[in-house]
């Protein structure tokens, strides 16, 4: 069940309702409640396969447990962390490595092929299954103590805000909280988590969603429109995907600080970075962070040689591209992006020491560099992706661009400048300008309402799933 669909406006206030009912000192019982509801919502894509959450779940829970105890924990790990990967391989890159392997045999002129699996893949899987792995790991370097109460690891796994399009949250920060929560309702956390949700609803509806059609409309058909258009096409999917991932993850924060507990943060204002290794450290937080824990830093990270660690910089971001999805396309934007980072290194640019044009320069340079690899991970095949460079650097095309004037147009730029403000105050000017914040009660609920009043005028309540759904 997705945050912006009619279902969730039903249902989320029930769970509140029932969730606040349970008495404060049956701690295990509102465990136990928000467990089963994180279940019952998740069976409703597909029943059967709350099993490979619950596999996912066993394996690792129980793998840690034994780790203490073996006599060979390295071994026990490998075999806890290929058992927990498994159903990640059948599902989603089955069918990839096995076209990838036919490809490279026929090269050899031999014959293999399997029958291709016709499987949807599991809503969340690739979310779910790096955080229950990431606790096997905390838990054999005794970064994490192992946790004895299944049902607290369970929850800790499956909740419900997160477990869709994540954020990946470390154990270290949501057990303890689940092991120890407030016993009493705080309206503080509460007001927060909505305003979170409020404003990563908008995010979604009136900017990602707007900007969706025009960019599916573009894409879709891109041969019959102009390389200006394709170029300012992939500059809204930029905007689009951070839109659309940043609200799901907000919203998601919000939904769960209603119920007392803290996540991990997922976005930071990425499009003010100065560099391509800033960017990262504020796109996606949480897998960036993954990802320098359990892939880049195991490789030796930076203490090692020149080459070795651009070596290691490129591995992680392919991993990277590939966790998003099974296709050469997510392979070559994983790449592109290990390769910029790798330059920045070389030339010394992850960090801004000019002045206030060199850093505004330094901006539009990185997010230019975040939307050339964008058109990879946009396109559904490499020949696409290629063809669109192809249009956008023809110049004997026109200059023109297309836009879809009525009634789409107006909404898109309406909702693409509010979020550049508040980005931009939140920034540069994070004590000035308050509005939802604002000690005047007046001007906060006058900005509540025009929010809720612009969702339901200029937001596309009919829209898909959030696009991080899919990986």
């Not at 029932?18 to 404060?24: D, E, Q, S, V």
């Not at 955080?131 to 004895?148: C, I, M, S």
């Not at 894409?219 to 300012?232: F, I, K």
């Not at 290691?312 to 971001?317: D, K």
Request: glycine content about 6%.
């Amino acid at each position: 069940m997705t945050f912006n669909s009619f279902n969730f406006i039903i249902v989320f206030p029930l769970l509140f309702l029932l969730y606040y009912a349970i008495p404060a000192r049956y701690g295990k019982g509102r465990n136990l409640f928000l467990l089963v509801a994180s279940y019952l919502l998740y069976m409703q894509w597909k029943p059967i396969y709350a099993l490979v959450l619950l596999v996912v779940t066993g394996v690792t829970y129980l793998t840690a447990l034994r780790l203490n105890q073996s006599r060979h924990p390295r071994a026990l790990l490998t075999a806890g962390v290929i058992l927990s990967l498994l159903p990640l391989l059948l599902f989603k890159y089955f069918n990839f490595l096995n076209e990838a392997l036919s490809g490279l045999l026929s090269m050899a002129h031999l014959q293999f092929h399997l029958p291709g699996l016709n499987w949807a893949i599991p809503v969340g899987i690739s979310f779910f299954t790096l955080q229950a792995l990431g606790y096997l790991w905390d838990v054999y370097y005794k970064r994490q103590e192992v946790e004895h109460d299944f049902l607290t690891y369970a929850l800790f796994v499956s909740f419900f805000p997160s477990i869709t399009s994540g954020p990946i949250n470390k154990a270290s920060l949501v057990i303890p909280q689940l092991k120890g929560i407030r016993p009493y309702f705080d309206s503080v956390k509460a007001v927060e988590g909505l305003r979170m949700l409020l404003w990563g609803m908008f995010m979604k509806v009136v900017v990602a969603d707007r900007i969706a059609i025009y960019v599916d409309t573009v894409y879709s058909h891109y041969m019959n429109y102009t390389g200006m258009t394709c170029l300012v096409a992939i500059i809204l999917f930029a905007i689009q995907i951070y839109a659309d991932f940043a609200g799901y993850s907000l919203m998601a924060l919000g939904v769960a600080r209603v119920f007392g507990l803290e996540l991990t943060e997922n976005f930071r204002r990425p499009f003010f970075a100065t560099s391509v290794a800033d960017l990262w450290r504020r796109w996606h937080i949480s897998l960036f962070n993954w990802l320098k824990d359990y892939i880049y830093i195991p490789l030796g990270g930076s203490r090692c040689s020149m080459w070795r660690n651009y070596f290691n910089i490129l591995v992680t971001f392919i991993v990277s591209g590939i966790w998003h999805g099974a296709n050469w396309t997510f392979v070559i934007w994983g790449a592109m992006l290990g390769v910029f980072m790798s330059i920045e290194k070389a030339f010394g640019w992850q960090r801004c020491t000019g002045g206030a044009w060199v850093k505004l320069f330094r901006v539009f340079l990185t997010f230019g560099a975040f939307c050339a690899a964008l058109v990879f991970f946009r396109m559904p095949t490499v020949g696409d992706g290629i063809g669109v460079y192809a249009r956008i650097f023809d110049f004997s095309l026109p200059m023109s661009v297309y836009f879809d004037w009525v009634p789409n147009f107006p909404f898109t730029v309406m909702g693409i400048t509010l979020l550049l403000l508040k980005d931009l105050r939140d920034e540069y000017y994070p004590q000035r300008f308050p509005l939802m914040l604002n000690s005047r009660v007046a001007v906060r609920w006058t900005t509540y309402f025009l929010l809720v009043v612009l969702i339901l005028l200029a937001g596309v309540l009919d829209s898909d799933q959030f696009i991080y759904n899919q990986f």
